[in-house]
């Protein structure tokens, strides 16, 4: 059994059990105290007072009164059997006990009856059941009856005196002159006899139900000072604080990368998300948005992670159906449990609702990587304020469970320079992205961008995104002198370049050919001047031999001749060359 009461200052509290209150009052309701629950019709006083209550009995071990003066006991059981707090069970153990105290306006115009009376009964059975709460529901519809307002006031003093002097742990419903009004009707006084003010509003934004809760005063102890939305579901009231209380922002850091599910643009964002993070793609319809989300879901779910999507658009058979058209097949994923698919209708709950179930989904699923498509439809189920607050506080849930989420945004304006979805929370998101198209030469072309990428470098290219049976291909664009080419007019640009190409190397094998045979041709002729050259010096060679054998020759017949005319002194040259002419 928890703590029946949590001190804080001084002051004691009285723990509601109720999902969100206890942490915007930082422990419960003020023990021993008058609280006021302030509301219009259909705005959940009752059910906040009963749930307080029923997790009083069945959690803290508080039994508890509570008093009706508008519904008799049995319309409060019937209304309340399909929360499944099995009221009638507690009632049977004696820890819970309804007082009927709706009376007629005859009976109290005519003075003959007095909350006295009523209180001495009920503290009598508070006694006897060892009671520490005790619920006034609607009392001011008793009052109004007495149609006398220092009556009036003297009755409400009596109660909070009566309240203080039992150490009962006292709540009081009343209601709201209006729906935008914080002040009940005629009984402005209450709020200053009270110890706590609770403010339960219901209000229609685009024909849209919203609740929200703001604890106005309490005494003694500090409170978070905001408006908080909620809702009524099975359970009964869960208040959508996700963290908004806290006064600093804390969650996890990891510099781990997860896959984008396309292999270039992990490349372009330099390895994937980082794990923990938050990613917007925003971009027209038909851009590829959800191609793209369901190629992130398919990584998660092909490493091994659990991982969750949420549709506002289609089923989660269709989803599946459409993305197996690009190669990616994620039924395989649902067979083994890994993949939830949750496809949502935007009007059927408030985007408060939306919040607390997508709450829900994670804390069951537990989920490593999400996605939600659109985030944009969003705005119709409360409005543009209300869309941004829900986002803000996803964002902090999963950022504080190290998930890593994915939101598609939806941009209406077909200008490929209009980024920005319907929900600006871009300042909020760690990663951008963003797809356009172009429509050139007859045809349009889908375009990707990577706008920021907090934490790690990545590309500012433009690159054409290809969607086909084969996968998602990211590919260069056609970019020269300003001039941005995708689809049919690059291709045939990259198929007249390479003619271009093909056709400058024919040209250059031909004029080499052309080189080489010039080359050759005057090879030729250097060998044959070579060949002339070699035969002319072997000539001279030849007539130099010729000369030398021939002066040799001269030289041996001089000796000779000489020898036979047995002469001591050789002739003259002149003599002897005259003698040999003679």
Known sequence: MADQHVPEGGIEKSPTGIEGVDEITGGGLPCGRTTLLLGGPGSGKTVFALQTLANGVRDFGEPGLFVAFEENSEEILQNAASFGWDLPALVASGQLAFIDAHLSPEIVATGEFELTLLLARLAEQARAMGATRIVFDAIDVLLTLMDDPRAERNELYRVREWLRGQHLTGMI???????????????GFLQYMADCVINLQRQATDRIGLRQLRVVKYRGAGVAEADFPF???RNGIV???LGATAPEL????FTERVSAGVTRLDTMLDGGYFRGSTVQITGGPGTGKTTLAGAFIAAACGRGEPALLVSFDEVGDEIARNLASVNIHLAPYQAQGLLTIQAL???ARSAEEHLLHLKSLIETRQPRCMAIDPITALVKAGGLAAALTVVQRLVRLTKAQGITLLCTSLTESSDPLTEAGAIQISTILDTWIHLSYTIQGGERNRALTIIKSRGTKHSDQVRELILSDAGITLTDVYSERGEVLMGTLREERIADEAYDRERQRLEFERAQRTRMSNAETLNAHIEAMRQELQTKQEEIA???????????QLGRQRAARQ???GGDTPPAADDEEGADHA
């Not at 419903?173 to 009984?187: K, N, V």
């Not at 030849?542 to 040799?552: D, V």
């Open 231 to 233: 809702v009524i579901d």
């Open 173 to 187: 419903t009343a209601r709201i002159g209006s729906e935008e009004s914080h002040t009940p009707t005629q009984y």
């Open 542 to 552: 030849l007539a130099q031999q010729e000369h030398t054998a021939r002066e040799r």
């Open 345 to 347: 209708r935007t009007e």
């Open 239 to 241: 208040v959508a604080t």
């Open 563 to 565: 020898e036979l005319r």
């Open 250 to 253: 804390q969650y996890p850091i």
